[in-house]
Nanobody, 115 residues
């Protein structure tokens, strides 16, 4: 059974930092990453990283967020620096199974950037 468990969200002041973690289990994953959804908006890509190391970032987070991955632990991280109020959203972990190609989502973790 595939399971994604996220942690690390919370409340932070503008300019602050947070680190999100997502532990995946149940199979081997190809692309893993993070998406976010703000109130009243569609879910959008934040960053992804393939099992071979290829990364992809949304323009809005380039230079501020860093995605990393531990393939042995099946864990993906999102280091978020210089946070802005517009980064406030529910952040979802996403993982695509390497061989089956099936897409899985975590339960989401709230990130709030506010003074």
């Amino acid at each position: 059974q595939v399971q994604l468990v996220e942690s690390g969200g919370g409340l932070v002041q503008p300019g602050g930092s947070l680190r999100l973690s997502c532990v995946a289990s149940g199979t081997i994953f190809g692309v893993m990453g993070w998406y976010r959804q703000a109130p009243g908006k569609q879910r959008e890509l934040v960053a992804t990283k393939s099992h071979t190391g290829t990364t992809n970032y949304a323009d809005s987070v380039k230079g501020r967020f860093t995605i990393s991955r531990d393939n042995v632990k099946n864990t993906v991280y999102l280091q978020m620096n210089s946070l802005r109020p517009e980064d406030t959203a529910v952040y979802y972990c996403n993982a695509v199974q390497l061989f089956e190609g099936l897409n899985s989502w975590g339960q989401g973790t709230q990130v709030t950037v506010s003074s």
